[in-house]
């Protein structure tokens, strides 16, 4: 079964920095998209960057020149890395995979458990 860990989250002043990481465990036979999500209390989950399985990357307006999504493919990661954090960026983070699983063609989407970013200004 795939799983998607995170790790990286947390409380930093604005400004600064953090980096964020997903590993994805289980067997994947074809993965499409990877890439993180972000939800603010009382607001809907947007896309925050995704990289495509031909190593195009998509980043939200929000935060463009300001964070970095990177991948390997080999060691099942994906990495977001924050600069410039604003009090806006506060949310809860989520590692996104759009993925065939192991034995199928079908893909699937999987989602982390989400981590805390809190950006005090």
């Known amino acids: 079964q795939v799983q998607l860990v995170e790790s990286g989250g947390g409380l930093v002043q604005s400004g600064g ?3 964020l990481s997903c590993v994805f465990t289980g067997s994947i036979s074809r993965m499409h998209v990877m890439g993180w999500y972000r ?3 009382g607001k809907q989950r947007d896309l925050v960057a995704r990289i495509v399985s031909d190593g195009r990357t998509d980043y939200a307006d929000s ?3 300001r ?3 990177s991948g390997d493919k080999t060691k099942n990661t994906v990495v ?3 600069n410039s954090l ?3 960026d506060t949310a809860v983070y989520y590692c996104y995979l759009n993925a065939a699983p192991g034995g199928s063609s079908v893909p699937r989407i ?3 458990q989400g981590t805390q970013v809190t950006v005090s200004s």
Do not use: C, D, H, N
């Open 17 to 19: 920095s953090l980096r």
């Open 39 to 41: 939800q603010a209390p």
């Open 63 to 65: 935060v463009k020149g």
């Open 67 to 69: 964070f970095t999504i």
């Open 80 to 82: 977001l890395q924050m």
């Open 86 to 88: 604003k009090p806006e």
């Open 110 to 112: 999987y989602w982390g």
